[in-house]
């Protein structure tokens, strides 16, 4: 029995996947509930388990490709009909079978010879002045993030045919429009059969080829690797972004068109803190079995700075400041393969144990790749950590619709005056971007000369 493998709908306002990696190739055996591929959508990286025991039999969809949700990408000859596998060999099919029989095809060099026989419909799709339009009243289907980035690029939706499930506008719609200037160029074609082949957008040329090579020879290697791979030159390498990649260039670029950056610094005396960390967590670990981190302490004295100075807790819509009761802290999270911001709920209820393993659990998560889409979204302000690998302090880019984001530094030992006489303090520099859209640098230090002061005065408890 054959079984049907679709992209799955991650979230609410999530429509459509891009399948970053499959780990399973025709013919192999899967289990029930076995990671068979991961995807990257507009919120998450996920692994996602196989429908059904059996055997893969077919890969519809390739890996760097985006296709809406429910599409199918692939099918499972079920256990009970694995024997029956081998036959449909797509290998053997081009020289021993009809050309009718194999016209879903996955592969790449097969991708293209559809086309010919969807020639005779071509013409009148191609040159129809009047393509279907949402101008008429309907609904416009789109997400989040395809609303932001065509007002970004001052697109009317209205004017754009989505090539996606149902009419959907796409992400790769909008990036098509931004490619061509803006201006809708002829309606994209139609998202084909669920079976055949996604497309993916077309890459812009590589700024500049090297001596003797054509840019556009170089585009069109890049567009044409399915997946697209790195392509060596004699004195570079141009490597494609991930999809990961792209997403994070998106965002941060928005936040920094969006939101005026102001940044402030303060220094930290951790003297304290790190003496009752240092005694406390061996007995912590082997008590609750979690390893204890500096990352609690500074929630929770973020938590006493956003209850004295809610202004920080806040989004902006519009004209509109939006002031949060909820408390949910944002954790930034470097990854092998790029960067991620579960959020600690209603960090506010939480004790420093609750926020030590909840911090803990969402960063594991987030590195197996295992994160639910609802986990990284809701925040209402962030932390990132950058003196875990070294560094002194940061600038961080502030993570929308958030006002703020706090960078935390390196702690380490340096000599400081001490009621007038140097002494040797575990000292920490911490940063906060803010947007001085709502929040002024008054505000900015009052909340910084908070955390600072919870932290050196530290009283609650560890064990």
Request: aromatic share 4%; charged share 20%; hydrophobic share 40%.
């Amino acid at each position: 029995m054959a079984v049907d493998i679709v992209m799955p709908q991650m979230g609410e306002s999530i429509f459509e996947g891009t399948i970053t990696k499959w780990l399973k190739k025709p013919g192999d055996k899967v289990e029930r509930d076995e990671p068979l591929f991961e995807i990257s959508t507009d919120k998450v990286d996920a692994e996602i388990p196989s429908p059904s025991a059996g055997v893969l039999k077919e890969i519809k969809v390739g890996e760097g490709q985006t296709v809406p949700i429910q599409t199918i990408v692939g099918v499972i000859d079920a256990a009970g009909s694995a024997a029956a596998a081998p036959a449909p060999a797509p290998a053997k099919a081009e020289t021993s079978a009809p050309a009718a029989k194999t016209p879903a095809a996955a592969t790449p060099a097969s991708a293209p010879a559809p086309r010919p026989a969807a020639a005779t419909p071509a013409p009148p799709v191609a040159t129809a002045p009047a393509t279907p339009s949402p101008q008429d009243g309907s609904r416009i289907h789109s997400s989040p993030l395809v609303r932001r980035m065509a007002k970004e690029h001052g697109i009317d939706l209205a004017t754009v045919r989505g090539t996606g499930a149902g009419g959907r506008i796409s992400k790769q719609d909008i990036e098509a429009l931004i490619a061509a200037g803006g201006v809708p160029a002829a309606a994209p074609p139609a998202y084909s059969a669920p079976g055949a082949p996604a497309r993916t957008p077309t890459a812009p040329p590589p700024p500049g080829a090297a001596p003797g090579v054509s840019g556009g020879l170089a585009h069109v290697a890049l567009e044409t690797a399915v997946p697209r791979e790195k392509i060596y030159f004699g004195s570079y390498e141009v490597q494609p972004m991930s999809a990961m990649r792209q997403r994070i260039a998106e965002h941060m670029v928005a936040s920094k068109r969006v939101s005026a950056h102001v940044y402030s610094v303060d220094e930290i005396d951790m003297t304290k803190v790190a003496a009752l960390r240092a005694r406390a967590k061996e007995e912590f670990e082997r008590r609750y079995g979690t390893k204890l981190t500096f990352m609690p302490f500074f929630v929770k004295a973020a938590v006493a700075g956003l209850r004295a100075f809610p202004t920080l807790n806040a989004s902006l819509d519009g004209t509109n400041v939006v002031l949060h009761k909820d408390i949910n802290i944002g954790i930034a999270v470097a990854l092998d393969w790029g960067l991620l911001v579960p959020v600690v709920k209603n960090a506010d209820e939480k004790n420093l144990l609750g926020i030590q393993r909840t911090t803990n659990d969402l960063a594991e998560r987030a590195r197996s790749k295992k994160l639910k889409p609802e986990e990284v979204q809701e925040g209402t302000f962030s932390i990132t950590n950058p003196g875990v690998f070294g560094g002194l302090f940061g600038l961080p880019v502030i993570s929308q619709p958030n006002v703020g984001i706090l960078g935390l530094g390196a702690i380490e030992k340096r000599p400081v005056v001490v009621d007038d006489a140097i002494a040797i303090r575990s000292m920490c520099y911490v940063t906060l971007s803010y947007d001085h859209r709502v929040v002024d640098g008054a505000i900015a230090h009052q909340f910084l000369h908070k955390v600072k002061e919870t932290l050196e005065n530290w009283s609650e408890p560890v064990l």
